[in-house]
């Protein structure tokens, strides 16, 4: 007989029922038990080993700021560090939360991460993001004032999105940057996505593996991919530099979702006339 391991799902998918209208929970940092802080410290540092030299600097330097090593870091204090360095702060949901309530939280400086964390027969892969996935990959960034603009103005323009019907668009520049991105710096591409940057496997697979797409990111073109949510990504978009995304932040996008919209959708492996493909050599470190 087979053994199935149940998996229990959070927040909107697991069918949870919200006491607040913006699905805030209190982190209750004492509830942790040590075999969960266990966990994080586990995760915490395979992971610092596999993103040394493929992590982009400014993920690094952030990192070390919130000295986040030896346990589930309390939001509060995160939170004293965060803001004073961009104005964000990181609250509590019990796990994924519906896209308005995510957007809403977005624009408002306020980073909504699980209060779970995955249990020691996850480590290598969980399907929805977890306080590890939500702190580790993403907190660091949102130190850096270019990526802490875009993503208020990605929540901004998530509830301008909605209404136009061009939500799929949008979700894919996030894809592709904050949880896929990759970057050039000093002439080497480095990864400053989250989903990325808190996964074991995909941090080497990401810049080294001879298997993915790395395309020179253009803005219609990411617009158009389809992503994977079930598997490694099959194209990895390249951003010039960070401050690349501030651009984005300047557009008018109504007439971009309409030219997207009438074109036909790429899969998440196609490769058209007009990539510019990034080849790489990089040398593990």
């Known amino acids: 007989m087979l053994l199935q391991t149940t998996v229990e799902l959070h927040g909107k998918a697991g069918g949870y029922v919200p006491d607040r209208p913006d699905w805030t929970i209190p982190q209750d940092w004492d509830t942790y038990r040590p075999a969960e802080h266990d966990v994080w410290r586990t ?7 596999q993103v040394k030299g493929r992590a982009c600097a400014d993920f690094m330097a952030g990192l070390d700021r919130l000295n986040i ?9 995160l939170n004293d560090i965060l803001h ?16 308005e309530v995510f957007f809403e939280h977005l624009a408002n400086r306020r980073f909504p991460a699980g209060q779970f964390i995955r249990r020691a027969d996850q480590l290598d892969y969980l399907q929805e993001p ?22 208020q103005a990605y929540g901004q323009g998530g509830l301008r999105a909605k209404a136009l019907g061009a939500l799929e668009p949008l979700a894919r520049l996030y894809w592709y940057t904050v949880e896929f991105g990759l970057v050039f710096e000093a002439g080497e ?15 080497p697979y990401a ?24 598997d490694f990504q099959e194209t990895y978009f390249v951003l010039p530099d960070l401050e690349r995304l ?7 996008f109504a007439p971009l979702y309409a030219r997207v919209l009438n074109q036909p959708t790429l899969e998440a492996g196609d490769v058209i006339a007009g990539d510019d493909v990034v080849h790489l050599s990089v040398p593990m470190p």
């Open 84 to 99: 004073a360095a961009t104005g964000w702060q990181v609250v509590a949901v019990p796990g994924l939360v519906p896209d």
């Open 246 to 252: 501030l651009n984005f932040t300047q557009e008018d």
């Open 130 to 151: 977890d306080v590890f996935h939500d702190v580790f990959g993403h907190v660091p960034m949102l130190m850096h004032p270019v990526m802490a603009d875009f993503i």
């Open 207 to 230: 810049l080294e593996s001879p298997v993915p797409n790395r395309i020179a990111f253009d803005l219609e073109r990411v617009m158009r991919t389809r992503y994977r949510i079930d």
């Open 189 to 203: 591409v480095r990864i400053f996505g989250a989903g990325i940057l808190s996964s074991y496997s995909e941090t």
């Open 43 to 49: 995760l915490y540092q395979r992971q610092i080993k």
């Open 69 to 77: 090593a030896d346990e589930i870091p309390r939001f509060e204090r």
